[in-house]
């Protein structure tokens, strides 16, 4: 069941959505292949360090993240994957590795790829490796304010 912080957020903001329950999956492309939805649409919430803080780069399941067209874009002068015993203990509601892309639940800015506004819909991890959300774009980008940006590899 998606966390319960998560699920009392979006319900608050009268955010439709819908749980769907997989096999269980710990890689973005196997959670889509398990959920039966494209890659394209299943956003996978990589954390980074951008100048030693913390922040969220969401895209596509599909793609890969260029750590260096982020830092280039946000003008941080380092930006690295950081590694889950980093990142695990911000999380606290939220298998590691299966956190949402709502970094302002977590204090966290958040960075979507230009790729996933091309959609009327995404999915994402609902805080376990064996549930995902699916809700509208429209909503996910009104609630988190990410930032748009061009930072990956197709």
Not at 63 to 78: C, D, F, M
Not at 87 to 105: H, I, Q, R, V, Y
Request: proline content about 5%; overall charge negative; aromatic content about 10%.
């Amino acid at each position: 069941m998606p966390s319960k912080m998560l699920r009392e957020y979006l319900d608050r903001q009268n955010v439709p959505y819908i749980v769907q329950t997989h096999s269980q999956a710990f890689t973005a492309q196997k959670v889509a292949a398990a959920a039966h939805i494209s890659g394209w649409n299943l956003a996978k919430t990589v954390i980074v360090k951008m100048d030693g803080k913390m922040a969220m780069a969401v895209l596509p399941a599909s793609a890969r993240i260029n750590t260096e067209s982020l830092r280039s874009v946000t003008g941080a002068e380092h930006v690295e994957i950081a590694s889950e015993d980093e990142f695990s203990t911000l999380f606290p509601d939220c298998e590691t590795g299966a956190m949402p892309p709502f970094g302002n639940l977590y204090g966290m800015d958040v960075y979507v790829s230009e790729h996933l506004t091309r959609y009327d819909e995404i999915a994402f991890n609902a805080c376990s490796h064996t549930e995902l959300i699916k809700m509208p774009y429209a909503d996910f980008e009104r609630l988190a304010q990410p930032t748009v940006m061009a930072f990956t590899y197709i």
